[in-house]
């Protein structure tokens, strides 16, 4: 069975610095996609970064990167240089297969919060 | 990025009453939408998939008659929760996915649902 898992409930950070957020997953096919989206306060459900599994490179995106080590079966993100609204939810999230309209499996989130 | 919407954003109702809500691809058309149910606090839950003119597949434990789902068109899915009760107060949150060969899912800003 298919399993995500984010085991940061919370994380804290400091303005400006570097913040990673783990996510593992557990999957025994070989081709699926990784993702991670941002849910602020609002509600709303922002795409951050995408990661496929047969990608070599890890994948960034401005200020966001993905830290994809595929034996360990690990799709950490990292934020760098966090600011005040990076402040929110963060759900990983992982799809069957390459093409579009899989189902999302989602990690239990992590809130992370931006001091000043 | 496209541009999913839902309407409406809140809506409180009475027990026994029933409330659709609308989800909708402005700048793009879906073949495949998806509708999640989010607790507080909570990951976000895959209720069914919605497919352009065929029934929707609903997931385990979802009741098919107290969340009707229909697609009618590749812009268009609506959830109708029918016989609202209290506990089905939550966040509904749907999703899209392109017609050719998109690989995310983007996500409509939810709708909060309380019934009185």
């Known amino acids: 069975a298919q399993k995500i898992t984010q085991t940061q409930p919370g994380m804290f950070v400091q303005e400006k610095e570097a913040v990673t957020l783990d996510c593992t997953y557990d999957t025994s096919d070989q081709s699926y996609g990784l993702f991670w989206y941002k849910q602020p306060s609002s509600g709303e459900m922002i795409f951050l970064i995408y990661q496929g599994s047969y990608d070599e490179q890890n994948a960034t995106e401005g200020r966001y990167s993905l830290n994809f080590q595929k034996a360990r079966k690990s799709a950490n993100l990292v934020i760098s240089a966090s600011q005040l609204g990076d402040s929110a939810m963060y759900f990983c999230?992982?799809?069957?297969?390459?093409?579009?309209?899989?189902?999302?499996?989602f990690g239990q989130g992590t809130e992370l919060s931006v001091k000043p | 990025g496209a541009v999913v919407s839902q309407h409406p954003s809140r809506v409180i109702c009475k027990s026994g009453t029933s409330v659709k809500i609308e989800c909708r691809s402005l700048?793009?058309?879906?073949?495949?939408m998806f509708w999640y149910r989010q607790f507080p606090k909570q990951s976000l839950m895959l209720m069914a998939t919605?497919?352009?003119?065929?029934?929707?597949?609903?997931e385990q434990g979802v009741e098919k008659d107290k969340f009707l789902i229909n697609h009618a068109s590749l812009t268009l899915s609506t959830l109708t929760v029918t016989s609202a009760h209290p506990e089905d107060s939550s966040f509904y949150i749907c999703?899209?996915?392109?017609?050719?060969?998109?690989?995310?899912?983007?996500f409509g800003p939810g709708t909060r649902l309380l019934v009185l």
């Open positions: 919605s497919n352009e003119g065929s029934k929707a597949t609903y």
């Open positions: 999230a992982m799809r069957r297969g390459y093409n579009q309209g899989g189902k999302l499996i």
């Open positions: 700048d793009f058309q879906a073949t495949t």
């Open positions: 999703s899209a996915t392109r017609l050719a060969g998109a690989e995310t899912q983007y």
